[in-house]
């Protein structure tokens, strides 16, 4: 199952389909486990956080694990299921060293470049967000969805009263109705 | 002559016929509680959120299933379940837009629509495509629903048999399934079904009652709240690394305009019949398996219908007969899908993950006792997947121009809907902040995870069946050791499939990149390897 349809898409909409060959059908030669590894030490080394990320939380699970305040600290007690845990992910840290950061990365593996505007717009987005949530219950729901909404849509880029007075009334209108008339929730 | 007759015929024939008005009740009851003007209401809710969300490329099934789980929690079970499987289903029918008219799946289960629906678009057929997909992808439902009504409650019987050892094996096997499909990424895939098993630790033991992880929260003492994390690692996350990659003058794929021919001709019908057996035969197996969704059923299916047409050379050039196979298995599998999730307990998709974790918040356990307890909801189940699938049918087969300007509106307004969508829909859960800071901090934690490789599906797997497997598993081990396992024949066999999915693809992506290379030597091309 693919998560993320970007990834296994064709992304250029004007690439013509390739016919298959005899043998290796489209299917197969679409497939990215059919495409080389990229072998460049850039992208092998990046992988190393991916690693460090699996061994680190491993790592912090057997010592937290130490912690718990058991009445049965027995060999099938409370422990038993976290360490059989944490264990095998530092196993599958040290296995990821050897087949992405020795042998090479998957071309899709490889994400679209991040852009500074892009950390930027996501730092400004939770900074709002978070904002937004602290103001539930303090001001009215309607007006501070629309007061996010406007300043979501400016931040990324969109201008005009349709976008920055229309866009938010909608939203903010449906939101209303969907959980506050009918939904009950307290907002 | 009397005797014989009433102490062995009449009561075999009074069991078989009391058998069979059981069995009409259930299927009386299933459906009449569907037929509710506010359950169809929400059918038809579920069907045009649906069909948006599967028109927008980027939004996936999964991601508005997840936000939707936020808002209809508050709803009763069955209008809850209606709206969610009706997205679930219209967005087989609307992500097939985009497949067709810009070549880009508007979920992954429209990825083989694109092998043959693109081209017969630029062909001057996009009309034509569009309406065959919607035919194929009803047939797919309708194949698929019928399945699940007659193979529910047997499943789900067989089920009822098994133990300790076996649950743990069968959670084994739906894990390595979802990992063993997650594109190749074998290792990142057993690590994120870990870290999701671990996050299900978190709270109290399942069997001692200590506390775990909780690190002094208090509202951490119930466990991980699995909804926000959901909406976190399906929605937010997706949404993030879109908004960290977009770059201010992308410029957005034009549609192709020229709809041509709408409705097909008799001998286009008689054409696709063949495919769309084949499709909804394919489906139906794959859907069955665990974890395995519609994108793979449809990319098997295209490939199957291939071997089978007396038209290859026309696969990937504009088939009609491939882009009908594609579409057809792609919906067929939900019926599996489906099956194995409320009979096994074992998602079928990561949409049916989202789904066990709305039933269980609701009180619902899916699992072998659920059919047992309550046979008349799998005809809920399918009457749902019925009226969505009619509805979509008749939603796609209305010329609609408008469809076409839904491509080319701007992401950012997709964006800010679904950032306040999964603020609003996850505090209206528990009316909790804390919720919300999860579902943020979860986000953040499936970016990562995007930017890395790892799949988010077995993570949510390990969340909602991590209890499940723990303390089957110590239940096991305190009873009868490991040795339990090998006396265990069905165990056995889950655990030999299971590593079968785990040690299978990397020697079938072996097999592919060799024949990928083989292919660009006999072209005299060069197969870059930098």
Redesign the interface.
């Given at each position: 199952m693919t998560d993320s349809p970007r990834e296994s898409v064709v992304r250029d909409a004007d690439a013509d389909v390739a016919p298959s060959e005899e043998g290796a059908t489209l299917a197969e030669l679409r497939h990215p486990e059919a495409e080389p590894l990229l072998k460049n030490l850039p992208y092998r080394l990046r992988e190393l956080i991916p690693v460090a990320a699996a061994v680190g939380v491993g790592i912090w699970v057997l010592v937290m694990t130490g912690n718990i305040q058991a009445h049965n600290r027995g060999e099938l007690g409370p422990q038993f299921w976290p360490t059989m845990l944490a264990t095998a992910m530092i196993v599958m840290g040290g296995l990821l060293i050897l087949t992405n950061v020795m042998r090479g990365v998957r071309p899709a593996d490889i994400p679209d470049h991040m852009t500074w505007w892009g950390i930027s717009r996501l730092l400004i987005s939770g900074a709002v967000l978070v904002g937004y949530v602290l103001l539930f219950n303090v001001l009215q729901f309607w007006l501070i969805t629309i007061a996010a909404t406007a300043l979501l849509v400016a931040l990324y880029g969109l201008r005009g009263w349709r976008a920055l007075v229309v866009f938010p009334i909608i939203i903010g209108a449906v939101l209303h109705l969907l959980f506050i008339t009918f939904l009950g929730v307290p907002l | 002559m009397i005797e014989p007759l009433m102490t062995g015929m009449l009561p075999d024939l009074f069991h078989a016929a009391s058998s069979q008005l059981v069995l009409a009740n259930s299927v009386l009851d299933g459906a009449s509680v569907v037929l509710r003007w506010d359950t169809l209401i929400y059918i038809g809710l579920g069907m045009l959120v649906g069909m948006l969300v599967g028109a927008f490329?980027?939004v996936?099934a999964?991601m508005a299933v997840a936000l939707a789980s936020g808002?209809t929690l508050?709803?009763e079970p069955l209008q809850g379940l209606a709206v969610l499987l009706t997205i679930y289903v219209a967005a087989q029918f609307g992500d097939r837009v985009p497949a067709i008219l810009?070549?880009?799946?508007?979920?992954?289960s429209s990825?083989?629509t694109?092998?043959?629906g693109?081209?017969m678009a630029k062909n001057g057929q996009a009309g034509l495509a569009m309406t065959v997909s919607a035919f194929g992808s009803a047939f797919g439902m309708v194949f698929g629903t019928i399945l699940l009504a007659l193979f529910a409650i047997p499943i789900a019987g067989l089920a009822r048999e098994f133990g300790p050892p076996e649950l743990f094996a069968l959670v084994v096997f739906g894990l390595t399934m979802?990992i063993g499909?997650?594109?190749?990424?074998i290792?990142?895939g057993?690590?994120a079904g870990?870290?999701g098993?671990?996050l299900a630790?978190v709270g109290r033991?399942p069997?001692?009652g200590?506390?775990?992880?909780t690190l002094g929260i208090l509202e951490l003492n119930g466990g991980v709240p699995f909804i926000p994390v959901i909406i976190g690692l399906?929605g937010l996350a997706?949404v993030?690394?879109q908004?960290?990659?977009?770059?201010?003058n992308e410029k957005q794929?034009k549609p192709i305009q020229q709809l041509g021919r709408w409705f097909p001709d008799g001998a286009t019908f008689r054409r696709i019949l063949k495919p769309m057996g084949v499709g909804a035969g394919t489906g139906s197996v794959v859907g069955l398996v665990p974890?395995?969704?519609g994108?793979?059923a449809g990319?098997?299916a295209?490939?199957n219908a291939?071997r089978v047409s007396k038209n290859k050379?026309e696969?990937?050039?504009g088939s009609i007969e491939g882009l009908t196979a594609g579409d057809t298995s792609s919906t067929a599998t939900i019926g599996g899908s489906v099956t194995t999730t409320m009979a096994l307990g074992i998602p079928g998709?990561?949409v049916m993950a989202v789904l066990i974790g709305s039933m269980m918040i609701w009180g619902i356990q899916p699992g072998p006792a659920l059919f047992a307890n309550d046979p008349s909801l799998v005809y809920s189940l399918a009457m749902i997947l019925l009226i969505a699938t009619v509805l979509s049918l008749a939603v796609s087969l209305v010329r609609m121009k408008s469809m076409v300007k839904l491509l080319e509106l701007?992401n950012?307004?997709l964006?800010?809907?679904i950032?306040?969508?999964c603020?609003?829909g996850t505090?209206?859960i528990n009316?909790s902040?804390f919720d919300?800071?999860v579902m943020?901090i979860m986000g953040l934690v499936g970016l990562?995870m995007?930017?890395?490789?790892?799949?988010?599906?077995p993570a949510v797997l390990g969340l909602i069946l991590g209890p499940l497997a723990?303390s089957n598993?110590?239940r096991t081990?305190?009873g009868g050791g490991w040795e339990a396992f090998l006396g265990s024949p069905i165990a056995l066999v889950l655990f030999a499939i299971s590593a079968a999915a785990l040690i299978l693809?990397p020697l079938?992506?072996m097999r592919?990149?060799r024949?990928?290379?083989?292919?660009g030597k006999?072209e005299g091309m060069s197969?870059?390897?930098?």
């Open positions: - | 490329p980027g996936t999964t808002f508050t709803m810009i070549n880009t799946p508007g979920t992954p990825i083989s694109t092998f043959d693109y081209p979802m499909v997650s594109s190749g990424r290792t990142k057993l690590i870990m870290f098993l671990f630790t033991d069997i001692t200590d506390q775990r992880f399906f997706e993030l690394n908004m960290i990659t977009h770059r201010r794929i974890a395995v969704g994108d793979i990319i098997i295209w490939d291939k050379h696969f990937g050039k998709d990561s701007k950012q307004y964006w800010v809907i950032l306040v969508f603020i609003v505090f209206s009316n902040v919300v800071m943020l990562f995007l930017r890395f490789g790892f799949p988010p599906g723990e598993l110590r081990l305190i693809p079938r992506a592919a990149r024949k990928a290379a083989m292919a006999d197969v870059l390897i930098p």
